[in-house]
């Protein structure tokens, strides 16, 4: 037993734990209150066999969603915790842009039950943030949530697989051409990494899916420098018409 695990009744005795939500007193400082567990979307079947993307009844389970079938993706399926409301974008910014790195725990373990094919087999790959915003806000969510399923599953984390090569504008609002333009070079595999992805399966790690452009890229570096497969795990999808099917 770790000496975390011996101090937490202590901590938790002095400083209660708190949803980090609504504010309610919880059992454990890893979770949600019971009323704001039941608020976040978590994405069931029937889905698309390519992406995931809930169908509802539209459609029987097995079968392709449209966008798929029109662009088939490079990436070998999308494993998203939640679907992105309002509860879920309160994590996500507390997470991200509010230092609450301590959420991770609870955010991967979401994570970890849409991944159960992973193994020590897997490596798990953070989508990497430019360096002067890694140093600006001190860490990288991606990778946060990378470690804490390495520690679930027993895949390797190779954190430093990826390197933004150059700083991106915001992405939103912006359509698919100009997204692949403010991306070109972007992305790209650090030199001395690239022998370790021949034949590899990888789950590259993301914490909100939102166009998919920035994963697009990443998964593109990925395959061309020899991975098998790659799998997109997030927290967090933007899907707004699958919120009222789902």
Not at 18 to 35: E, F, K, M, Q, W
Not at 83 to 100: E, I, M, T
Not at 134 to 146: I, V
Request: aromatic fraction near 4%; include cysteine; charge should be positive.
């Amino acid at each position: 037993m770790g000496l975390g695990q011996v101090l937490a009744p202590v901590i938790d005795l002095l400083f209660p734990p708190r949803c980090p939500l609504c504010g309610a007193g919880i059992g454990s400082a890893a979770g949600l209150c019971t009323s704001c567990w039941s608020t976040l979307v978590i994405p069931g079947d029937p889905s698309c066999s390519t992406c995931s993307r809930p169908f509802g009844d539209m459609m029987p389970d097995g079968g392709t969603c449209a966008p798929c079938l029109a662009d088939p993706p490079r990436h070998a399926g999308i494993a998203a915790a939640t679907l992105y409301n309002d509860p879920s974008r309160k994590l996500v910014l507390a997470f991200k842009h509010g230092n609450r790195i301590a959420l991770a725990p609870m955010m991967a373990g979401l994570m970890v039950p849409k991944l159960h094919f992973v193994d020590a087999d897997w490596i798990l790959v953070p989508v990497p943030l430019h360096r002067w915003r890694l140093w600006k806000r001190g860490y990288n969510q991606s990778a946060e949530l990378a470690r804490q399923i390495g520690r679930r599953t027993g895949a390797r984390l190779a954190v430093d697989m990826l390197e933004r090569r150059k700083a991106t504008p915001s992405l939103g609002g912006l359509g698919k051409a100009a997204r692949k333009r403010a991306l070109s070079g972007a992305i790209a595999i650090r030199a001395n990494r690239k022998s370790a992805l021949a034949g590899r399966k990888v789950v590259l790690v993301d914490d909100v899916l939102t166009s998919g452009a920035t994963t697009d890229a990443c998964v593109s570096a990925l395959r061309r420098a020899g991975a098998e497969k790659v799998v997109i795990a997030c927290f967090a999808r933007v899907l707004d018409e699958a919120l009222d099917i789902t």
